[in-house]
Nanobody
Framework: QVQLVESGGGLVQPGGSLRLSCVGS????????MSWYRQAPGKERELVAE???????TYADFVKGRFTISRDNAKNAVYLQMNSLTPDDTAVYYC?????WGQGTQVTVSS
């Protein structure tokens, strides 16, 4: 019954912001590093950001300075705050735990 459910995607104008949320269940959330990946049509799935159990974060170069990953273990949640969005950020964003993926949430950046 391990489950990851993403939400918060939508349509935003270039330069805008979105906050994605991923809520986990069926496992001890605080015991796992969490990450966000994204996949655009016709492209490989790529790592966006990671956060360790201790809160240490890493980011892909293409989002560094614009995106922030965080977690709230009391809510079994990991978040991705996305600022200064560009059309290149359009993709399905997936929450990930080792050997487990969420269903994804669509982010579309368009004027």
């Amino acid at each position: 019954q391990v489950q990851l459910v993403e939400s918060g995607g939508g349509l935003v104008q270039p330069g805008g912001s979105l906050r994605l949320s991923c809520v986990g269940s069926g496992f001890t959330f605080s015991s796992y590093a969490m990450s966000w990946y994204r996949q655009a049509p016709g492209k490989e799935r790529e790592l966006v950001a990671e956060i360790t159990t201790g809160g240490v974060t890493t980011y892909a170069d293409f989002v560094k300075g614009r995106f922030t990953i965080s977690r709230d273990n009391a809510k079994n949640a990991v978040y991705l705050q996305m600022n200064s969005l560009t059309p290149d950020d359009t993709a399905v964003y997936y929450c990930n735990r080792v050997l487990r993926w969420g269903q994804g949430t669509q982010v579309t950046v368009s004027s």
